[in-house]
């Protein structure tokens, strides 16, 4: 089975690659999150919440992972400290960012004016899964027009997420979505995940939201 | 550059694959269509669409591919001639159906009984556009509340569609959408593309889609 032990030996040299990150970031206290969503979830909106929300009181920078195109960086590059754009177009894993991409971009952020630094995945649910970058925090975000069988459907992602943001919920009149399922399922796959339900268009559930970023950006700095 | 060539490999034996069941396929006149889209666009509640309102008129058969779970499949049981259920999750790659996959199903399908043949793709718009099956149209959907900024970042899969479908039209009051901005994207990308706007909860839009697959259907059977 060659196939499988190249994909083991890309996910160790990954592995590798992920802690040298994450040692860095400690070094130069900037706590990191991994945002993962399918497309079109709100994985840029709601980065441009947190931005808002939070201005003045962390400073941000954020990764923009793009298969192709550089719109969602342009999108949140007036509100942040730093952004970097990486385009997996051409690499040999499209479908996620790897360590290495992270690694990369690092070189090109001014890490020690940072305190929070937001990594925007590629939209999807699978490839992101498999692929830790050396981020603090894993969140995943479940919009409500994508059904409430996600968590059933793509046990992986949800499984190993600190937090689940269910965005669109000013959506409920209008889409067949039942929370309670949903909540069901991700108690099963994940007890100790944070759920928070918000609307990145009308701002509900924001607050308590970035209050949650706030606190676990602070914890990770007094830790240290 | 070894895990490149890897990756070359396993392409080139998905493509002979893929070949092998084309010529499987046309010789039993079976026409197979590859449905692609993000988690919970839609595919398989334009399935059933498809199943109600072609029944008595085609004979049709479903793979539901799936990285975990069998509820696709059970949701379109009843109504399809056959139905064989795919799950990805321990296969060295989850996040697409591959040529093999479908070779291995083809084998429980009653190919002399089926007309039409839907391929439900894993949820996932980066990898299914790597591998073809053995498919004779490419079908991608996107579905209104994934915005519609969908071709520019995930250019590769609306390239190669035979068929784009815009579903969830009834929730255009609700999103911000730009339909002519989405429409300029996929010209600009792949103007042959046929394109269909409709809603698999309403049902708007259907009867022409339909039409377009009865028609697609009856011409192969009739060339071979």
Redesign the interface.
Known sequence: M???E??QN?LEANETIANRNRQLLDKHKVFAINIMS???AGKTSLILRILKSLKGKLNIAIIEG????T?DAEKVQSEAKAVVQINT?NM?E??SLMAAMIESALKDMPLDDIDLLLIEN??????PSEFTLGEHKRVVIS?????D??P?????IFIDADAVVIN?I??LP???FDIAAFLHSIAGLNPKAKVFQLSCKTGEGIERWCSWILEQTKNNTTRQ
């Open positions: 060659k196939r499988i190249v994909i890309v399918a497309p079109g793009d298969v192709a195109s719109v177009r040999p499209s479908c590629v939209g999807n649910l699978i490839c919009s409500l027009p994508e059904g069988d996600k059933t459907k793509y046990p992986l669109k000013d959506l209008h889409v067949d």
